[in-house]
């Protein structure tokens, strides 16, 4: 028997050399297994996980085609996980103001004022100003609905023509209207905007728009993370 595999034979089961590396990730990899994987994949697991010195014909033994499937999958996995953990942690360091996830229907003139002059001065704030009958305005609506999901640090809202107070500004021909404003500051003012799409538009025209003018900040990362999550886990 040659050196190095007498060696080999004789390494404790905590050995931290490269092999004990290889055994460590392998515990760790069935410590964090899905339970919701079937019986004969955990066991698979769990076999794979024991050291050599405990089961030294079966680690001696090629690797089956099904065994490599298996490690490769969840090594996927496991890579995904620890990449979403990743872009989340990071999302919480670079997010500094507060989060949302709907259009903020605002009922008065005193409440679009005072979501213009009192919000964190991180956020931006996008106010639609519509009225039911107007062309566009329930369209340009939805659009904000989807774009509040993809956009939580922006705080979008909605407000009817009336309710502001100040209609005679707000007639129909300049309907629908969208303010940007950020710390107080008016960023943006477009007025029948969607004279800048087509007659049936979507959100993504929208967001194009926006992002003409430098308005819109990246995407969330954690929206992202999803999305790449459940495409990946789709077979």
Known sequence: MSSSLQEEEELPAN???PKGVINDWRRFKL????QALPQNKREL?????IPREEDKERHNRKM??????LIREEDERSLKRYRKQCMQEMHERLSFGPTFDTVNELESGEAFLEVIEKEHQLTLVVVHVYEQDVKGCEQL???LDCLALEYSSIKFCRIDAVATGAAERFSSEVLPALLVYKAGELLG????VTKNFQE??????????LNEYGLLPEKDCTACADEDDEEGDVE
């Open 200 to 209: 049936e538009f979507f959100a993504t025209d929208v967001e194009a728009f």
């Open 15 to 17: 050995y931290t050399g």
């Open 141 to 143: 609506n939805s659009c």
């Open 189 to 192: 003012n477009f007025l029948a």
């Open 45 to 49: 697991l769990r076999q794979m996980s």
């Open 64 to 69: 089956s085609a099904q065994e490599y499937e």
């Open 31 to 34: 410590d964090t297994v899905d």
